[in-house]
């Protein structure tokens, strides 16, 4: 948020309550410092809240809200986010299957012929 975004929303709140003042630099500074990371658009609905619900004046952390705290995700957030990001990742194009190598089938047919009972190929279904 700008400084001119921070005047705005003080002066609606000065025009809701009309003891309200943040009139000096030293205590505008403050304020600007405390709220200027939280977006304008947030800050706005945060002080539209307060102002329908409270019969006091504003302070910071009316303006703040939650802004902060919902930027921290719990560990099952955090595990579900990666759990996805993961399956997103094995999804790519290059890690599409693809048709067994003839020497490598080759060896495998030849390992199932050596043993006593057989390969199972899908031929033995039909007899």
Request: proline fraction near 6%; charged fraction near 30%.
């Amino acid at each position: 948020m700008t400084e001119a975004e921070l005047t705005l929303l003080l002066t609606v709140a000065k025009r809701v309550h009309p003891s309200f003042s943040v009139e000096d630099e030293f205590t505008f500074g403050i304020w600007f410092e405390l709220v200027s990371e939280v977006p304008f658009e947030v800050a706005q609905a945060n002080l539209k809240e307060h102002l329908r619900k409270s019969d006091y004046p504003p302070k910071p952390a009316s303006i703040v809200g939650d802004y902060f705290n919902k930027s921290e995700m719990s560990v099952y957030d955090q595990q579900a986010l990666e759990q996805k990001e993961l399956m997103l990742s094995i999804e790519t194009p290059e890690n599409e299957c693809v048709p067994m190598p003839d020497a490598v089938e080759r060896a495998i047919d030849q390992l199932g012929s050596r043993m006593s009972v057989g390969r199972f190929g899908g031929d033995e279904l039909d007899e």
